[in-house]
């Protein structure tokens, strides 16, 4: 099979495995945030949440519908000979799953603003790597929490209390309608755009995985102070979980980016030889 | 828990308060973003809008495409507070209530008061779980704006939380804004 063939059915596979079938660390987030959770009002939204992941898988439909911004992210590892149709061919095979899985056509000019399609000019990331074969992630954004995205430019000498406080100021204004608990992705150096890839990506691996010492466990426990809680009912869980990615930044700067991810993350992940 | 019938809204929604949990059967309207601004500008140009709003009840949802057998695909609520700005001139026009999800501007609450309306909340990010509560789904005006068109959709026991009541009372007031 030829590269740009095997990129296309992988991501018309993660495609459809990510609208439709719930991460298993976010079903087990959202499993020991039910048993814990005394406030009545919440146990009963995440109980919705959890039926509603069950019930997507049962009648094959979008776990929700808002079925996202797709974004690709395409690791390719040593001695593969790349080539331009592969940007075109994991194009192909997300516009693909979103017809045959009727998820919604969520993507217009912005300008335009004429009748939404499935098919656009959707974000795709190529980075190279020494690891062998390609690693294929695909992650489905919906906009209800991509539109409370955060990009703080702080000062060098700001301690990691302040880049936690930030990262509450988000939490906190994105509120009950951005559909919490939610999944934290946080950048931390790099320039603005880099800081705000690498908090997006962050969304990517199993949540916890990337902690930067107590960092995202920090940022946990104050975020969950604010007891927002799903559908904004209050209780314990605001946040479900926190992956930090950092790179180096400036003497001048400390970028933090903050993407908020509502409590259905939907990605997959696929690494594979070529 | 209160099972309540759409045809109630068109007499009085005072009997609702902020908090209640309540099982919605009847008829609703899908309308989001794009919508409200053509009904809006409809409105203020002094035009006719493409169904009589009085007594009608909007549901801020774009559902998926319906898979094939299907009356409707996954259909949860999008974020009301993008529509505030457009809530005013639909009150004033008959419009009884509206379901979403999340926090909506003190001006909305103050609307919501003064027509005597009410502002319900779907369960967030569960379109699935919803679409099992759709049994009929009819295109009403504004094809050509796709999953954003309006939508008349016959629920059946459609499980909703009083968000702000018709006294201007909010939930987010007692739970969040502490």
Redesign the interface.
């Known amino acids: 099979m030829k590269l740009s063939d095997k990129l296309e059915k992988n991501t018309y596979l993660l495609t459809t495995q990510a609208g439709i079938v719930l991460r298993a660390d976010v079903v087990k987030a959202l499993a020991n945030a039910y048993t814990m959770e005394k406030n009545v009002k919440a146990a009963n939204a995440f109980k919705n949440i959890i039926d509603n992941s069950i019930c997507a898988v049962e009648q094959r439909l979008a776990i929700c519908q808002d079925t996202g911004m797709p974004i690709v992210f395409i690791e390719v590892g040593k001695g593969i000979k790349v080539d331009g149709a592969m940007v075109e061919a994991v194009k192909k095979g997300v516009f693909a799953a979103y017809r045959d899985n009727f998820f919604r056509p969520s993507l217009v000019d912005p300008l335009k603003r004429r009748k939404p399609s499935y098919i656009g000019e959707i974000p795709v990331y190529v980075e190279f790597t020494k690891k062998s074969g390609i690693k294929l992630s695909v992650l489905l954004k919906g906009f209800g929490s991509e539109n409370k995205t955060k990009l703080y430019m702080l000062n060098p000498t700001d301690t990691v209390d302040e880049i936690i406080d930030v990262v509450v100021d988000a939490v906190r204004e994105a509120g009950p309608e951005s559909c919490p608990p939610f999944f934290l992705g946080i950048g931390i150096g790099g320039t603005s755009d880099k800081c705000l890839y690498l908090a997006k990506k962050a969304l990517l691996a199993k949540m916890g995985n990337e902690r930067h010492g107590s960092l995202a466990y920090d940022i946990m426990k104050k975020v969950n102070k604010l007891a927002i809680g799903p559908m904004g009912m209050g209780g314990d869980f605001t946040c479900l979980g926190v992956n930090v990615k950092t790179a180096s930044t400036h003497i001048a700067g400390l970028p933090v980016g903050v993407n908020i991810n509502c409590h259905a993350l939907r990605s997959a992940s696929l690494r594979f030889d070529v | 828990m209160k099972k309540i019938h759409t045809n109630i809204f068109k007499d009085k929604s005072c009997f609702l308060s902020a908090g209640d949990t309540v099982l919605l059967t009847g008829e609703i309207y899908t309308a989001r973003d ?1 919508a409200h601004k053509k009904l809006v500008d409809l409105l203020s140009s002094g035009r006719k809008l493409p169904l009589d709003i009085t007594g009608k009840i909007i549901y801020y ?7 094939k057998g ?1 009356v409707i ?4 609520p ?4 993008r529509m505030d700005k457009f809530v005013e001139p639909l009150l004033a026009n008959g419009l009884v209530a509206m379901i979403g ?3 909506r501007a003190p001006d909305v609450i103050k609307a919501v008061k003064k027509y005597q309306a009410v502002y319900l ?1 779907a ?7 919803l ?2 509560r759709v049994t009929a789904k009819e295109l009403i005006a504004f094809k ?5 068109a309006i939508y008349k959709l016959t629920v059946d026991d459609f ?1 909703l ?1 009083v968000g702000v009541d018709s006294s201007g009372r909010d ?2 007031d007692k ?2 804004f ?1």
């Open positions: 794009q949802c774009g559902p998926t495409a319906t898979p299907k695909g996954s259909c949860g999008t974020t009301s507070r999800k999340g926090r909340l369960p967030a990010g569960c379109g699935a779980l679409a099992e050509e704006l796709g999953p954003e499980p939380i939930i987010y739970i969040y502490k």
